[in-house]
């Protein structure tokens, strides 16, 4: 019987480019411009609130840097507080998927982010405006779940990661839009500087929603609802013409068994989540999405501008930022291509260590009093090189994995509760760091680095132990590795045969016993 090890872990990047159909082309990006709102937003805000017309209308003036700032309780408020509304999305996406489909969740995330983006642009007050970016926020917690449910439920098993990888491809690309736009908008006198980058979030949505009739409603879900048809028409549309119609029945048959087996007893329960069947799965679920955001990437992705001109580097805040992104972007496109490839394992243990050892770089170089310009160039770099190495393994890593190891009856729910603990933890090191960062606080500076930095070296230890290597396994085969013996770390090892085989074999087999049959 064919196994795991039939050759799909050994397909090149060109080989693994070719399971694609115009279909699925489309849909990776699609699925993953939902995203691109959330990270354009996060990139816009981290430049707008370093922008002096923005912070001549919201924040006040600071003697020590000699420009307009947020005073470190309302950067901390305008930044973190959306967070909830984050939570709130995820909390309504998994039901809302559940019950009306994927395709709907979309529909609710676009109004979410037409609501959110007029009430920041029309805003007059700091609540206002902090009360849009709540709502905005809503649409972002729909997001990271939705899209790794459906990219994982949509794509070939040898796509599954670079699919989901294109979610965190489409937020970087987001923030490096917003960077490029604040850049160019920051010497704007008077409100139109901030209003001008915050207006265009009004784009996405619009072509999300006009493009919509255009995507297949997920197979499974299609199952899940007893609309087998209609499942069919939509696998024909995700797969390549070459297969044929009985690879599809057969596809569509495993699929349905698969969903039988977890339906009769009864729709999945919260309880369910943490028995002994599934405890394991939502803790490696929660542990990804946890490690993404533990980790210290709200340091450069909101508050990377403030930084820069905290470090001295007023004229030349906006541009560095720009510089991030783009050094980020570059490694996420690495991540994008290899992530099949080489697996998720090493791209965390690597991207981890490498983001441990910048931030240790930059508090070093913050604890010399008067650095020269060597110094500072070096902090400036490693600052950049933490973002980068983010973008090459937690980044989109942790989507990935929430979205395999997640059992089909309690995927919502569990995709669910990784997604709430990520958004909380993403609250607190948002709304800590500006008192970590300035005075009269913490007044750390720089060396906050050796606070995160020895945070991403536990969590390269946690990686190790609790991170699954599931590349190039279909959803039934994960249920297979989690039955198995085996601890996590030696997933990599273990075979294991896709439950189309396992039906053609199990056919046989009661073909072969009808024919010995008197």
Known sequence: MPSHDDGHNQLSVGQRLKQLNATLAFLMFYMAACAFNFGYDVGNFGGVQGMQSFTKKFGEY????????LPPWLSSLMTSLPFFGKALGAISC????????????????VVLSYIGVLLQTTATTSAQFTIGRFISFGMTGMTIVVVPIYASETAPKVLRGMMTTTLQVMINLGQLVASLVTFGTH????????????????ICPTLIILLLPLVPESPRWLISQERLDDAKKSLRRLRKSHITDNEIEIEIESIRQAHNM???????????????????????AVIAMFGQQITGQAFTSQYSVVFYQLQGFKAQAFQFGVYSNIVAMFCLFITWFLVDQVGRRPLVMIGGSAMAIFLFLVAGMSTIAHPNQAEKNTMVASFMLFGASFGL??????????GEVSAFRVKEKTSLLAS????LTTFVTSFTIPYLLNAPYANLGGKIGFIYGSINVAMVVVAYFFIPELKGRTLEEVDQLFASDKKIHQFADVKTYPVEVMYVEHAKLAEDKIEQSP
């Open 62 to 69: 600071n003697e020590k840097i000699g420009i307009y700032a």
């Open 393 to 402: 393994s937690w980044a989109p890593v942790s989507y990935i994995i929430m």
């Open 94 to 109: 998994g039901w809302v998927a559940k019950r009306w489909g994927r395709r709907m969740a979309i529909i609710c995330l």
């Open 187 to 202: 010497n704007i006198q008077g409100d139109k500087g901030w209003q001008i980058p915050v207006s265009l979030q009004f």
């Open 262 to 284: 977890e339906a009769t007893e009864g729709q999945g329960t919260w309880g369910e989540v943490f028995n002994a069947q599934n405890r394991l799965r939502t803790l490696v």
């Open 420 to 423: 709430v603990i990520s958004i």
